[in-house]
Each structure stands twice: as structure tokens, then as C-alpha cells.
């Protein structure tokens, strides 16, 4: 058993696609993505022989004070039917691999987040991950990607995915299929453009924060580029642009596929004619192309958590995405391992001062 540093992009998404749920945060791609703001990117792969066993896309995360910590998104991928005694051996080498680079790279501490998705009734399987990572000493914290999302199987008939949704929603797209409105695939600066903009008034309108400008763009050029390559093995970007009759734009979205998985990444509505439900009819016709391409899963992304009884602030969109029948599917979270004990202590604190004196 040995690990090394990837150089072979197909094969990497391949063993990516074959043992997880499509998980493009582990692709090359967007390991590409994440260079180009400059950070630090090491696609670690162990093999037996010639046969690779696990991989995981590693990267350093810039912090303040020339500080960083190892992180690890959806990561790392074992290959399907890895015995507890072989994950054992391939955990210390990975976890030997993160120490050297966060030492060459000043980090005290390193994240990661399992790519094991499985429904959130699965108390069994997820536990059993949790406690073979809290057996190594590792913390679950805070989630940094979503822990629960909702996923729709587009694989069964339209009429199963109609009956599976609330009334309401179906209600909605109905009414919205007959205000004339159209959808497009614009995937050019125009369309960026009218992503962005509605995009801004969206965060205006509902109070939420939202990334620059330059990481829209640098998703989708780094990503709709691969979309020349004509192949589900590569995730592409592409923008979604719903309008009135008039020609006015009044939703948009952000989506990225892989594999036989379509990611709602982010999405946007205008303040103009929301009586006319342009959302619901986004979500419906994206959902329906998805379903003619051959992909099989609709990943609407994160969502509150089940069974929660005080008020989240992810309430509404989860009733919103819960009413095109997505199921709650969950990951075993997010553990952290400090490096140096009062540098992690300090990070900690200083984010919970500012997550609470605002």
C-alpha cells in the first residue's frame, strides 16, 4: 500500500463517481476551482498494486495571521466493500499525509467531511462512521458544507414525481406553466450577468450573504468548460434563466451536474410578477430536462435538519424544496483534529464572539 499525488484526471473522477454519490467537491475539476484562488491543492490517492483503494482531494484554507487549515470537502472515498481493517490503514496514512502538508503550510487544524451519504432515518450506518472517526480522536464541529439535503429521485415516472409532491407545489407549477413564461440555458457573460443581478436582489430581499462576483464566474468558466468534453464523468456548470412573456427575467439558477447527479447549487428570483410562481416552474422544467439527459438524482441542497424544534433559519426553503418531494438525506457532519491546541482554541472563540455580537 502506498499513496501518491494523482496525475490522471479521468481516472480521478472515475473512482469518484464508482464510490460515492457523485460527489463533485472530490472532482478534479473542482479541485481546479479551488487553485484558482490560490490555494493549495493535493489529489492523494492510495493504491494496492495498481489498484487504487481511496483518494481524497486536499486543500489549505487561507486564515489571517499567514495561518491556514487542511480541509478535506466530501472526502476522503474509499473503494466500495473497504473492510474496518483496511479503512484503519488507510486512515493513518491519510491522516500522516494531512499533518505533513499542514505543517509545510502552517495549519493547526484539519477539517473533513465524509462523502457518505445516506437517508437520515439510517441511524445504524451513520453512527457506525462516527464512531470509527471519534475512535481515531477527531471532534464532530460546526458543518461547513450542509449536513442534511434534499434529494429527489428523477429516475421514476413523472407522474410518481408529481404524486410524491405537495399539493401546493403542484398547484404552483401548474399555474405557473400557464403565465406563458420560458426557460433557457444561457451560458455566456449575458447570462452571468442576469444570474448575478438577480442574485444581488435576492440577498437584498431576503437578508442572506452571498459570495463576489469573481466566484460565480470563476465556477462556471472553470466548469462550463467541461461541457466541450461532452461527458457526465466531468462536472459542468450551467445557468438556468426563466422569463415572463414579455422577456423579462424573473428566475435563475446555477446548476452543476456529475455523474448521474444534478446539483441545484444556487439560485435567484427577481422582485417582479412573484404571483406568476416563475420558481416552481424553474425547478419543474430544470428537474424535467434533467430527467430526458438520463441523470437520476436532483440534489436540491442543504436543508434543516428533521424533528427541529425551535425556528431555523433554513425553515422556509426547506418547506420549499420538501414540497417537490425531496427526500432528507444526511452525512455523518463534519470533525476537526487541532494541531496545536491553543491556536484551534483561539480560531473557536473568536468565531462564536462574532456569530453572537452582531
Excluded at 436582489?201 to 452571498?210: G, L
Excluded at 462550463?224 to 422569463?243: C, D, F, L, T
Aim: with cysteine; proline share 4%; net charge positive.
Amino acid at each position: 500500500m502506498h499513496i501518491s499525488l494523482s496525475e490522471d484526471k479521468e481516472k480521478w473522477n472515475e473512482f469518484v463517481l464508482k464510490n460515492s454519490s457523485d460527489e463533485f467537491l472530490q472532482s478534479w475539476e473542482w479541485g481546479d476551482f479551488q487553485k484558482s484562488y490560490g490555494r493549495k491543492v493535493w489529489r492523494f490517492a492510495i493504491k494496492e498494486g495498481e489498484k487504487t483503494v481511496a483518494q481524497a482531494m486536499t486543500m489549505c484554507m487561507k486564515l489571517p495571521a499567514r495561518k491556514s487549515y487542511v480541509y478535506v470537502p466530501r472526502g476522503p472515498i474509499w473503494l466500495k466493500g473497504t473492510s474496518v481493517e483496511q479503512a484503519d490503514m488507510l486512515w493513518s496514512v491519510f491522516t500522516q499525509n494531512w499533518r505533513l502538508i499542514g505543517l509545510e503550510s502552517n495549519a493547526f487544524f484539519a477539517s473533513f467531511e465524509p462523502g457518505y451519504r445516506i437517508a437520515a432515518n439510517d441511524d445504524v450506518h451513520r453512527n457506525g462512521v462516527r464512531k470509527f472517526i471519534k475512535s481515531k480522536g477527531w471532534k464532530k464541529t460546526k458543518q461547513i458544507q450542509p449536513e442534511f439535503e434534499g434529494v429527489i429521485d428523477i429516475a421514476q415516472s413523472k407522474e410518481k414525481l408529481l404524486e410524491h409532491m405537495h399539493q401546493k407545489t403542484r398547484y404552483n407549477i401548474r399555474l405557473s406553466e400557464k403565465k406563458n413564461l420560458t426557460i433557457e440555458q444561457k451560458n455566456n457573460k449575458e447570462g452571468l450577468q442576469i444570474f448575478w443581478d438577480m442574485l444581488q436582489e435576492t440577498a437584498s430581499r431576503d437578508k442572506i450573504s452571498m459570495y463576489p462576483y469573481s466566484y460565480y464566474r470563476k465556477i462556471h468558466t472553470i466548469l462550463y468548460e467541461s461541457s466541450k468534453r461532452g461527458s457526465n464523468k466531468i462536472p459542468v456548470a450551467r445557468i438556468w434563466i426563466v422569463k415572463s412573456e414579455k422577456g423579462e427575467p424573473l428566475s435563475s439558477a446555477l446548476m452543476v451536474t456529475f455523474g448521474k447527479t444534478a446539483y441545484y447549487l444556487y439560485g435567484a428570483s427577481s422582485n417582479k410578477k412573484r404571483n406568476q410562481m416563475s420558481n416552481y416552474f424553474m425547478q419543474w422544467k430544470m428537474m424535467m430536462w434533467c430527467k430526458e439527459k438520463g441523470f437520476e438524482n436532483y440534489d436540491m441542497g442543504g436543508i434543516a435538519p428533521p424533528n427541529i424544534t425551535k425556528k431555523h433559519p433554513w425553515e422556509s426553503i426547506t418547506r420549499f424544496k420538501k414540497g417537490f418531494g425531496a427526500e432528507t438525506m444526511q452525512y455523518p457532519g463534519t470533525f476537526t483534529y487541532p494541531y496545536h491546541t491553543f491556536w484551534y482554541n483561539l480560531y473557536t472563540t473568536v468565531k462564536w464572539i462574532k456569530r453572537y455580537i452582531r
